[in-house]
């Protein structure tokens, strides 16, 4: 098991029994004492009441809480209402993002990328928040070019981030170049890398299309021919997601963010299993 610094990322539960679930995933991750636990924000706000009730809950147990929060589609009102609301609460840690919004709504909003999000924070609440922002090794789907992407990257540091958290991805070595990238523009933040679990291939695949994660061929045909066979599919990307963290650490990564979509157990066998 890992010395390095971990947290876990949830999203919202929509009712009473995912509420009760994601308590108990807590209460088992809880035990791996997590630097902090992050809960997912809906582009242009659907999630903002049940991501305040679920990061009070997680301060009310004694844990460090952080919301995410995105801007995309949002006034400079609502976001201020939002930090407000954080602060009275007693939150410290936001995770800044953009944010993504459904095809067919409307983008009216006063924010365009999350480097202005970071700015206004900035700007409205000083020091109070220590701002986390999203990076990407494989680089956003949307980027002009890789280099464009990183420049990017860098005005969400410039603009006041304290570190980031990395989109998920299964190549190393696309972590280890990024670092390199970033090194060479002077960014030291810390930049910790976000790490999917395998639970589920076809679900998997399902989001890694919609992000622009890589799942590299090789694993992608070997749980292809796993079929339904889903014990297989996890204790292969067990083994490979748990080697690849033993990887990143040992290569300097600072911490492992996990994407634990509610769930504990996934998490902790690759925590349980690492062997630095
Ligand atoms: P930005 O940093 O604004 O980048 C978006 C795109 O615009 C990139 O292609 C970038 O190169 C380009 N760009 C950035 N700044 C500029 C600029 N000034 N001029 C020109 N181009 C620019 N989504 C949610 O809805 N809710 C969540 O809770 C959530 N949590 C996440 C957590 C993590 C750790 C990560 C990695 C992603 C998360 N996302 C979440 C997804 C995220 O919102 C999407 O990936 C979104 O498309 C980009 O958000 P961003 O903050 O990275 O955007």
Redesign the pocket.
């Known amino acids: 098991m890992s010395n390095s610094p971990i947290s876990f990322e949830f999203f919202p539960p929509q009712t009473n029994e995912g509420v009760e679930k994601l308590t108990l995933a807590r209460g088992k991750l809880a035990a791996l004492n997590p630097e902090f636990f992050s809960v997912?924000?809906?582009?242009g706000g659907s999630t903002r009441d049940r991501t305040l009730e679920t990061v009070t809950q997680i301060k009310a147990e004694g844990f460090d809480a952080a919301p995410?929060l995105?801007c995309v589609g949002s006034t400079r009102e609502n976001i201020r209402a939002i930090l407000k609301t954080y602060q009275d609460a007693g939150i410290s840690r936001i995770?800044a993002?953009?944010?993504?919004l459904p095809s067919g709504m409307a983008t009216a909003g006063e924010f365009q990328?999350?480097?202005e999000l970071v700015e206004f924070i900035r700007a409205e609440t000083g020091d109070h928040f220590h701002l986390e922002?999203?990076a990407y090794p494989e680089f956003?789907p949307?980027?002009k070019s890789a280099h464009?992407?990183i420049l990017?990257f860098k005005?969400?540091i410039d603009a006041g981030a304290n570190s980031a958290?990395?989109?998920y991805f299964y190549n190393a070595d696309s972590y280890f170049h990024f670092m390199d990238e970033c090194q060479k523009l002077g960014i030291t933040a810390p930049i910790v890398p976000?790490i999917m679990p395998i639970v589920r291939f076809s679900q998997l695949a399902r989001f890694s299309d919609a992000?622009g994660a890589e799942i590299p061929r090789w694993m992608r045909k070997t749980m292809e021919g796993f079929g339904d066979d889903n014990e297989s599919v996890q204790a292969f990307g067990r083994d490979i997601v748990t080697r690849m963290c033993e990887r990143l650490l040992a290569g300097g990564a600072p911490g492992l963010h996990f994407y634990t979509l509610n769930q504990s157990a996934p998490c902790i066998r690759i925590i349980e299993g690492l062997s630095l």
């Open positions: 997912t924000f809906g582009a995410h995105s995770v993002l953009r944010g993504d990328y999350a480097n922002v999203a956003h949307q980027a464009d992407d990017n005005r969400k958290i990395t989109q976000g992000c």
